[in-house]
C-alpha cells in the first residue's frame, strides 16, 4: 500500500466516521422529538405558577355565584339562598348559578357556561388535575347540569328562567336576603326556544362526556335529556326571543342555527352516532354555518366554537364514510383557519379590532368576554394542530405555526392579569391592583347588614366592596385600554359566569406546556 492509498484510507474512515456522526445525531434528534412528542401528547409539562394561581382564582367565582344550599362553602361571605326556586312547578330549581351581579338564573348563558367549562374540563383536565382544580372545576358543572336537568321535566317542556328582570333589579339585596318572588319562565311545543334548548343540549352532551368515566350513570342521564332536549330543539323550531320577547331585554339570542350545530357537534362527540355528523356537514351546515366567514365566539354565536370542535374530528379522527361529509367537515376546519387568522396579529388577514395595548375588543359591554373566549378557542386549536402533529396552517399564502397561536393566547390572557396600559388586573383577587368596586350585589353588601330588598346605598356608595368576587373577571376595558373602577358603571365593572367559564378554559390551557386528548371518551 502506498502513501496515496493510506491516505485515501484515511480519508474514507474520516467519511464513514462523519456518516456515521451524522446518522447517530440524526437518531438521537428524532428520539428525541419523539420524546418530546411523546411526554407533551400524554402528561403536562412544568407548571406556570402565575397562570396556576389565577386559574384557581378564576375557578372561584363559580362558588361565589352559587344558588341553592351550599355544601363545602369556602366563600366566607356566602350562604344558601333561593332555596324554594321551581316550587310553583313542584320542581327543584335550587342549585345553579347567579348570571352576573344580579340573582337572575338566566337558562341561555347559564347552559353555555357549562358547554364552555365542560370543553375546557374535555381538553384541559389533566392540566386542571396537575394543580388540583379538577373535582373543584367538575363538581361546579354538575351544580349547573343538576340544574338544568331538574329544569327539562318533560321531553318538550325546558324552564329557561327563574326570577323576572324587573322584579329583580328593583332590588339591591345579598341573595341570601332574597324574598322577592321568582316566577318560572318555560319553552314548549306552542313557545319554543330552538337556540336555550339546543344550548342546553349541547351542555348535557358535553357534560355527559366529562362524567362518563367517574359516575356513569350521571352520564347517561345527562345524555338521555341531551337528545331529548335536541329533537325538542329541531322539531318545534322557534326562537325564544319570538315567543317570549320579553327576553331581549337581556339575552336576546339573534338566531338558533348557530345553536342547532353547536348542539349536534356535541351530540355526535358524545355519542359516536353518525346522524349528528350528517346532521351538521350537510343541508344544515351549507346553511347555518357560515363556512369561509369568520364569526365571534359568545353566548349568542356559538359558530366559531362549532368551527373548532368539529375541526377535532378532522385532525383525530379517520375519514368519514360518505364524500359530503367529508366535504363538509373540511369546510369547518377552513373555517376554523380563517378565525385563527384572524387573531394572529401578524397574519394578512388580521382584525383591526384591538385597543392600542393589544388587546381584541369587539364590544364595549364586558369586553372581555370577546378576547378570553377567542384566546380559549386560539389555543385549543394550537393544541389540536400541535397533538397531530400538524406544522402550520396558512393565512393568505403566508405559513403560522401552533406557537403563533399560543403566543397570541398569552398576550391576551397576559394583558388581562395586569400587562396593559392601566397595570390594572381584571381577574378579581389576582396580582396587586384588580377593581375595587365590582357591580355585584353579595360582593357589595355587608354579611350583616340587613337591607331588605332596598339596600341601594351599597350599590351607589363609593367604597370598595366589602367582599371580594374572588374569581370575578370583570366587563373590562373601553377601547382606549382605560377602565372606570365605579359599581354603577354596569357596562365595564359587572363580571359574569360565562366569561369566567371561558377564562377557566384558556387559563387551563396555559398552566402547562400543551397539549390535547385525541379523544375524549
Ligand atoms: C308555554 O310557554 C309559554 C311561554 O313561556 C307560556 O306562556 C305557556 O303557558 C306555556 N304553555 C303551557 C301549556 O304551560
Ligand atoms: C333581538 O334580536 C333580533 C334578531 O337579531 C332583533 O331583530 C331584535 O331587534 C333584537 N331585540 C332587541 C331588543 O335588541
Ligand atoms: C376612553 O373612552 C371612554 C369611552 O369612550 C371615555 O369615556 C373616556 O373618557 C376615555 N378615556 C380617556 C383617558 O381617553
Excluded at 202 to 208: F, Q, T
Excluded at 280 to 292: I, P, Q
Aim: charged share 20%; net charge neutral.
Amino acid at each position: 500500500m502506498g502513501k496515496g492509498s493510506r491516505s485515501k484510507g484515511c480519508c474514507g474512515w474520516i467519511i464513514v466516521i462523519c456518516i456515521a456522526a451524522l446518522v447517530v445525531t440524526a437518531v438521537v434528534l428524532y428520539l428525541k422529538s419523539k420524546q418530546h412528542h411523546h411526554s407533551s401528547a400524554t402528561k403536562p409539562g412544568s407548571i406556570d405558577k402565575n397562570y396556576a394561581q389565577a386559574l384557581s382564582i378564576s375557578m372561584q367565582f363559580f362558588d361565589v355565584q352559587k344558588s341553592g344550599k351550599l355544601k363545602n362553602n369556602k366563600i366566607a361571605w356566602r350562604g344558601d339562598s333561593a332555596l324554594s326556586d321551581g316550587k310553583g312547578a313542584n320542581l327543584d330549581l335550587s342549585k345553579g348559578m347567579y348570571d352576573a351581579g344580579d340573582h337572575m338564573k338566566f337558562g341561555f348563558p347559564m347552559a353555555f357556561s357549562a358547554t364552555v367549562l365542560s370543553w375546557a374540563i374535555l381538553e384541559y383536565g389533566d392540566q386542571m388535575a396537575s394543580i388540583k382544580e379538577l373535582d373543584h372545576a367538575q363538581e361546579s358543572l354538575k351544580w349547573i347540569t343538576d340544574y338544568l336537568v331538574n329544569a327539562h321535566p318533560s321531553k318538550n317542556v325546558l324552564y329557561v328562567q327563574v326570577g323576572d328582570p324587573v322584579i329583580d333589579h328593583k332590588c339591591w339585596e345579598r341573595p341570601e336576603d332574597m324574598t322577592e318572588n321568582r316566577p318560572l319562565t318555560q319553552v314548549n311545543k306552542t313557545s319554543p326556544g330552538t337556540e336555550v334548548a339546543a344550548e342546553t343540549a349541547a351542555a348535557l352532551a358535553a357534560a355527559s362526556l366529562v362524567f362518563k368515566s367517574s359516575d356513569s350513570s350521571y352520564s347517561d342521564l345527562l345524555l338521555k335529556h341531551s337528545r331529548q332536549l335536541f329533537t325538542f330543539a329541531d322539531t318545534y323550531r322557534g326562537s325564544y326571543s319570538k315567543s317570549i320577547p320579553e327576553v331581549q331585554s337581556y339575552y336576546n339570542s339573534t338566531g338558533y342555527e348557530d345553536e342547532l350545530l353547536w348542539a349536534a357537534a356535541w351530540l355526535f362527540h358524545a355519542t359516536g352516532d353518525g346522524s349528528y355528523m350528517t346532521y351538521v356537514t350537510t343541508e344544515n351546515g351549507k346553511a347555518f354555518a357560515d363556512w369561509g366567514r369568520p364569526t365571534w365566539f359568545s353566548w349568542d354565536d356559538k359558530r366559531a366554537g362549532t368551527q373548532v370542535l368539529l375541526s377535532r374530528t378532522s385532525f383525530f379522527n379517520t375519514k368519514l364514510s360518505s364524500k359530503a361529509e367529508n366535504v363538509g367537515l373540511q369546510k369547518y376546519k377552513e373555517t376554523a383557519d380563517a378565525i385563527m387568522c384572524g387573531l394572529l396579529p401578524k397574519s394578512p388577514t388580521a382584525t383591526t379590532s384591538r385597543t392600542s395595548g393589544g388587546l381584541v375588543w369587539i364590544d364595549e359591554w364586558s369586553a372581555l368576554q370577546h378576547p378570553i373566549s377567542a384566546s380559549f378557542l386560539a389555543l385549543v386549536y394550537s393544541d389540536y394542530l400541535l397533538t397531530s402533529q400538524t406544522k402550520s396552517f396558512t393565512c393568505n399564502g403566508e405559513s403560522f405555526t401552533t406557537h403563533d397561536l399560543r403566543n397570541f393566547a398569552i398576550e391576551q390572557a397576559d394583558y388581562i392579569l395586569g400587562k396593559n396600559p392601566m397595570k390594572l388586573s381584571y381577574l378579581i383577587g389576582y396580582g396587586s391592583k384588580y377593581p375595587t368596586q365590582v357591580h355585584h350585589r353579595g360582593a357589595s353588601i355587608p354579611k350583616d347588614a340587613n337591607t331588605g330588598c332596598k339596600g341601594f346605598e351599597w350599590l351607589n356608595s363609593d367604597a370598595p366592596n366589602p367582599n371580594v368576587a374572588v374569581g370575578a373577571v370583570v366587563g373590562g376595558p373601553f377601547k382606549n385600554d382605560s377602565y372606570i373602577d365605579r359599581r354603577t358603571n354596569i357596562m365595564q365593572a359587572e363580571p359574569s359566569t360565562y366569561t369566567s367559564s371561558a377564562m377557566v378554559g384558556l387559563l387551563s390551557g396555559l398552566v402547562t406546556t400543551s397539549s390535547v386528548p385525541r379523544t375524549f371518551s
